[in-house]
């Protein structure tokens, strides 16, 4: 059973930094693209970023250009989001997702919530 | 920029009635890219259609995706309570990488 678990969210002021990670298990984690999806609180979904499988391209939504880094360890089955320079904006809930052969989302964490507030 | 636009926003029907749900995109789309996801409250989103017409792994046949171009329709037939959700498409390609369409929300009449 394919197993996503986010952690590292919480509250933290803007301008500051956090950093998310996403556990994987139950599938060959090195095999596949990995993204970040986030949602705020009753609204839409937002795709955020995404890295290939031997982290050889990474790619980022405008919005958090420059401010954000994905990364992954792939010895670890394990995909990070390091934010920086948070602004109010930022808070949302952070997915992380398996992308799919036909570049679709086809397995969701929990997600885990970022709180930008003064 | 790719633009997904999802109608209606709102869609109340009972029990036992069908629904068809649609998402237009600013520009001609890959069928190939083209998605459809459920979100129940408080849950992750949960893929159910992908390459725009292929079901995903455990969905039940009553979900079903056509369209090809700038034309994508999911449709649900003999609504059961569980499928009273939120139903999001999204597409890859272009600039954003990957583009989602702001929902379309299946309510009980």
């Known amino acids: 059973e394919v197993q996503l678990v986010e952690s590292g969210g919480g509250l933290v002021q803007p301008g500051r930094s956090l950093r998310l990670s996403c556990e994987a298990s139950g599938f060959s984690f090195d095999s596949y693209a990995m993204h970040w999806v986030r949602q705020v609180p009753g609204k839409g979904l937002e795709w955020v970023s995404g890295?290939?499988?031997?982290?050889?391209?990474?790619d980022y939504a405008g919005s958090v250009r420059g401010r954000f880094t994905i990364s992954r360890d792939n010895a670890r089955k394990s995909l990070y989001l390091q934010m920086n320079s948070l602004r109010l904006e930022d808070t949302a809930f952070y997915y992380c997702a398996v992308r799919g052969t036909y570049y679709s989302f086809d397995y969701w964490g929990q997600g885990t919530l970022v709180t930008v507030s003064s | 920029e790719m633009v997904l636009t999802q109608s209606p926003g709102t869609l109340s029907l009972s029990p036992g009635e069908s629904a068809t749900l649609s998402c237009r995109a600013s520009?001609?789309?890959?069928?190939?890219?083209l998605a459809w996801y459920q979100q129940r409250p408080g849950h992750a989103p949960r893929l159910l259609i992908y390459?725009?017409?292929n079901r995903a792994s455990g969905i039940p046949d009553r979900f079903s995706g056509t369209g090809s171009g700038t034309d994508f329709t999911l449709t649900i037939s003999r609504l059961e309570p569980e499928d009273f959700a939120v139903y999001y498409c999204?597409?890859?390609?272009?600039?954003?990488?990957?583009?989602f369409g702001q929902g379309t929300k299946l309510e009980i009449k």
């Open positions: 890295i290939t499988w031997n982290s050889g391209v990474t």
């Open positions: 520009q001609s789309v890959i069928s190939n890219y």
């Open positions: 999204q597409h890859h390609g272009g600039s954003p990488s990957f583009s």
């Open positions: 390459g725009a017409s």
